[in-house]
């Protein structure tokens, strides 16, 4: 039988669904492998058992209340956005998506960590990781009155726009107009 919100909103850390006193974790399960983790001391973590390869494996889905059971929606109908403006995602809907990379053959735990792995790659070659490597490198040369208004031109006019954004990203027209 599947989970209510209730029934998330309600687990107590170290009481286990039968009203006994525990001080291990356990787990609420809703179906398709997607399950609530109820720690003792108080977390609680959406995870999903599947199978890849022949192997068990978990995969974390995140952490109550930040992820819901299912994705809010707001009275216009519309899901509701966090404050980075990203929908917020349910449980039952990461595992849906979960359940299509494994469809497709792909591994979900892998998938995550590869797509964060080209994410740490993409931010060390941010515009403003590669402009002071650049400026290490010339600045020797240079007077240093000169150095002293590229560094500051550069913290004042240009990291705050696309400093953080990485270097591949950025076209042409953009870095001239900054």
Known sequence: ?????????????????????????????DGEGLYLE????????????????G????????????????????????????????VVKG??????????????????????????AATADRAANSFEVVAREWYSKESPTWAKSHGGRVSSRLERDVFPYIGKRPIADIPPTELLAV
């Open 1 to 29: 039988m599947p989970l209510t919100d209730a029934q998330v909103r309600n687990a107590k850390p170290g009481v286990n669904p039968k009203g006994e006193a525990t001080d291990k974790p356990y787990k609420l399960f």
């Open 38 to 53: 109820v720690t003792p001391s108080g977390g609680k973590y959406w995870r999903v058992k599947y199978r890849y390869a």
């Open 55 to 86: 192997k068990e494996k978990r995969l974390s889905l995140g952490v109550y209340p930040e992820t819901p059971l299912a994705t809010p929606k707001a009275k216009s109908g519309k899901p509701v956005k966090d404050a980075n403006g990203k």
């Open 91 to 116: 449980a039952r809907e990461k595992l849906a998506e979960a359940r299509q990379l494994l469809a497709e053959g792909i591994d979900p735990g892998a998938h995550r960590k590869a797509t964060k």
